[in-house]
């Protein structure tokens, strides 16, 4: 019984404990979009081959890629572009986009013959 008593007071105090640290780091996240329009960016093209015979994807050398000036570590791409480019194996009529500026999202939507959404595909920027 003291046991038992003892390991409930030290759970509830661990809980108490991490509580002001949980609160912390919640009260730090920041939830409101940055604008990225005045960042640099580093264009590169690169080049789509399609080794898989059973689509009909054309080869391509002018894909971009991008990436924060002086912070080479996150490469960026064209979303639109790239599901041009796989034109063949991803019919561009299938999907619906939304464009939210409110909330810097790009939302693409795969919806049925019904209406009804198979697939979403929401991008923050």
């Known amino acids: 019984m003291k046991k ?20 912390l780091s919640a009260r730090c996240e920041n939830t409101k979009p940055i604008n990225d329009n005045h960042l640099e960016f580093e264009i590169s093209k690169h080049g789509f081959k399609n080794f898989n015979k059973e689509y009909t994807i054309q080869e391509r050398d002018d894909l971009l890629a991008y990436r924060i000036k002086n ?41 049925d013959t019904n209406g009804k959404i198979l697939n979403k595909l929401v991008i923050n920027w």
């Open 4 to 23: 038992q008593k003892t390991l409930k007071y030290f759970l509830s105090a661990a809980a108490l404990s991490l509580f002001p640290v949980a609160l």
């Open 71 to 111: 912070k080479n570590e996150m490469i960026y791409i064209d979303v639109d572009q790239f599901l041009n480019a796989l034109s063949g194996l991803v019919d561009e009529e299938s999907y619906n986009i939304k464009i939210d500026e409110n909330n810097n999202e790009k939302i693409y939507e795969v919806i």
